[in-house]
């Protein structure tokens, strides 16, 4: 969540909700709330008081990650009406940056690349579409509007607009009709 955005709590779970096509079964929608709540609950001072409400944060956030295979720490900054389109195998850098209207999908994992960069994540622009089993690593930037293809490793950054797929990722070169 970024400075810019002054919503309430409510109004991101509601925002988050549509997202998740009013579905409050599914596991993506679910984590992303427990995120939400996360977030908020760091906001309440003194920690005494922030006490009972992070217990009941740990306890969600385990039993998502636990249960659902979707490892997403509050301290992740996540933008808003992100999608985590299936649940399973989902690991999520808690220094990442996760840009507006991203796509998440199962057995994605967003981390860093090196132990000696133990804070090196990656930061998606908006409307990234992160396709199944996809690996983004390390300190790499993703424009707006990237698509990164299944099982995709991605060691570089992409520009916007731009589709990487392969291990390594390379860049689709799109090819011009008649010419």
């Known amino acids: ?4 955005h002054s919503l309430t709590l409510w109004q991101y ?10 579905d409050w079964t599914k596991p993506g ?16 001072r003194p920690k005494l008081l922030r006490a009972p409400f992070s217990v009941i944060y740990r ?4 039993y998502i990650r636990n249960i659902y295979g979707i490892d997403l720490p509050y301290t992740v900054k996540l933008g808003r009406r992100v999608v985590i389109e299936h649940q399973g195998a989902i690991v ?3 220094d990442c940056e996760i840009g ?3 796509i998440l999908r199962q057995g994605v994992t967003l981390g860093n690349r090196h132990l000696h ?10 409307r990234v579409n992160v396709g199944a089993g996809a690996k ?19 060691l570089a950054d992409v520009p916007a607009g731009a589709t990487a797929v392969g291990i390594p990722a390379q860049l689709l070169v799109k090819q011009s009709l008649g010419g």
């Open 13 to 22: 779970i509601v925002e988050d909700w549509q997202a998740h096509q009013s």
């Open 92 to 94: 999520i850098h808690g």
């Open 29 to 44: 929608l679910r984590a992303v709330v427990v995120h939400r709540f996360g977030v908020w609950r760091m906001r309440i």
């Open 100 to 102: 507006d209207d991203c």
């Open 136 to 154: 983004i690593l390390g300190a790499v930037t993703l424009g707006d509007d990237v698509n990164i293809g299944a099982n995709a490793v991605v």
């Open 59 to 62: 306890w969600h956030y385990r």
């Open 1 to 4: 969540m970024t400075a810019e």
């Open 117 to 126: 960069q133990v804070l090196a994540a990656p930061k998606l622009g908006r």
